[in-house]
């Protein structure tokens, strides 16, 4: 059974840092992009990042770029996005997800999703 689970979400205050994880497992990472995907309600779905399992090619959303980085360890089946310098609007559940390839058009139509991590970045 294809499974993703997420960690590390929490509350943190605008400037701090927090890092996600995403275990998988029931495949091999080297065959899929893994991408994180963020939804707050009553908005639409967000694409974050996604990174190539095939030769580790990454990609950011303008409004985290600087702020943000993923990389994968295939030998553990693990992906990380460590967030820094976050704000208020970074508020929100985010998602891991996994296809052949990213997926760059919304609705962000992901083959397989974790359960989302709770991220509330707030003074």
């Known amino acids: 059974q294809v499974q993703l689970v997420e960690s590390g979400g929490g509350l943190v205050q605008p400037g701090g840092s927090l890092t996600l994880s995403c275990a998988a497992s029931?495949?091999?990472?080297?065959?899929?992009?893994i991408g994180w995907v963020r939804q707050t309600p009553g908005k639409e779905r967000e694409g974050i990042s996604c990174?190539?399992?095939?030769?580790?090619?990454?990609q950011y959303a303008d409004a985290v770029k600087g702020r943000f980085t993923i990389d994968i360890d295939n030998s553990k089946n693990t992906i990380y996005l460590h967030m820094n310098n976050l704000k208020p609007e970074d508020t929100g559940v985010y998602y891991c997800?996994?296809?052949?390839?990213?997926?760059?058009?919304?609705?962000?139509?992901?083959?397989?999703w974790g359960q989302g991590a709770q991220v509330t970045v707030s003074s």
């Open positions: 997800a996994a296809d052949f390839v990213c997926v760059v058009i919304p609705p962000y139509n992901y083959d397989y």
């Open positions: 029931g495949f091999t990472l080297e065959y899929y992009a």
């Open positions: 990174i190539s399992g095939h030769d580790g090619k990454t």
